[in-house]
């Protein structure tokens, strides 16, 4: 079959708005391209003004599952039918499937962190983990490494108050393993010093100001620790590059795009993702 549409092709898609700097779309069709799959995934720029009127379009056309991205996330809960617990704690939906012309709701970033450390043999099982940042994505991923059994979760923010949001979700919630504190030098080094995984989520050092750091002082960071930084343009933040230089293992945001999107591509499609072709998406990351 080639891959050109027919009467055949199912729509996958993706609302947001801007929309025009998505990596999804090519992530999408080239899973599709490589399977020989007969889908499309197409990216609709829709604002918030139009979601609802937009939610009952894409029902009425069949259209078979879409990614929901900044500013719908939270706003596209109330138009759908059932949403999982996961993405409930979350207060966040990022992938929706129709069944039949039921809207589900699920979100997959949190699991694409997660799949992205075990592609890295990472393990955050029984981990002491500092996180930087208490915005959406770290809500997203903070939720999940809690119900993936992480021994406890520090979140440290700016605006105190909304790493306590995250924190009496997860302790009331989940278990009751997370505390937070103002964002400093000297809480970084206080409660990084004794943690395992480091995890940066604002968004300081990403394009075009690629010669930010969130850190400043890294005696605190040693060699056995993991440091993730969720950007992934640039690839190598300044945070990364300093974190290797010091031996950590690092990891950036790309393997967490990429297995957000292989996630909800499963969700969508229910074929299972090979290998090869993972490692073949993952390349893009070290050319
Ligand atoms: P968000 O909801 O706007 O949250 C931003 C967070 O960064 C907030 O905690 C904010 O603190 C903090 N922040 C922003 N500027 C700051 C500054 N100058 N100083 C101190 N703190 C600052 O954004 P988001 O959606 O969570 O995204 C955050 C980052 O994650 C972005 O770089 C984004 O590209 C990346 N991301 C990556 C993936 C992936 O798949 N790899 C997915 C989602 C997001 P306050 O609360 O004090 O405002």
């Not at 709701?105 to 694409?112: F, K, L, W």
């Not at 393990?123 to 993936?148: F, T």
């Not at 992480?150 to 995250?166: E, G």
């Amino acid at each position: 079959m080639d891959n050109s549409i027919n009467g055949h092709t199912k729509v996958l898609g993706l609302i947001g708005d801007p929309i025009e700097h998505s990596l999804s779309p090519g992530i999408h069709n080239t899973i599709c391209r490589h399977l020989n799959l007969n889908y499309t995934y197409v990216p609709f720029r829709v604002s918030p003004d139009n979601l609802k009127e937009a939610v009952k379009g894409f029902k009425a056309l069949g259209v078979t599952g879409f990614n929901v991205t900044i500013p719908h996330k939270k706003d596209i809960i109330k138009y759908l039918d059932e949403v999982s617990k996961e993405a409930l704690l979350m207060g966040a939906v990022n992938t929706v499937k129709n069944i039949e012309g039921k809207l589900y709701g699920y979100n997959t970033d949190g699991e694409g962190l997660i799949k992205s450390f075990k592609s890295e043999h990472i393990s955050i099982k029984d981990k002491k983990v500092v996180v930087i940042g208490a915005g959406g994505a770290s809500r997203g991923i903070c939720i999940k490494m809690a119900m993936e059994g992480v021994r406890h979760i520090t979140i440290l923010n700016r605006t105190r108050d909304k790493a306590d949001n995250i924190c009496n979700v997860i302790n009331s919630n989940i278990q009751d393993i997370a505390r937070s504190a103002e964002w400093d030098g000297s809480t970084l080094r206080q409660y990084g010093e004794q943690c395992d995984v480091l995890i940066h989520t604002t968004p300081i050092g990403m394009y075009p100001e690629t010669h930010r750091c969130p850190v400043k002082d890294f005696d605190f960071i040693h060699s056995n620790m993991v440091v993730c930084d969720l950007i992934y343009n640039p690839f190598k933040t300044v945070l990364l590059q300093k974190a290797e230089e010091k031996g950590c293992k690092i990891v950036n945001g790309w393997g967490m795009l990429l297995f957000q999107a292989i996630s909800a591509f499963e969700i969508w499609t229910g074929v299972k993702i090979h290998r090869d072709l993972i490692n073949r998406l993952q390349k893009v990351n070290r050319s």
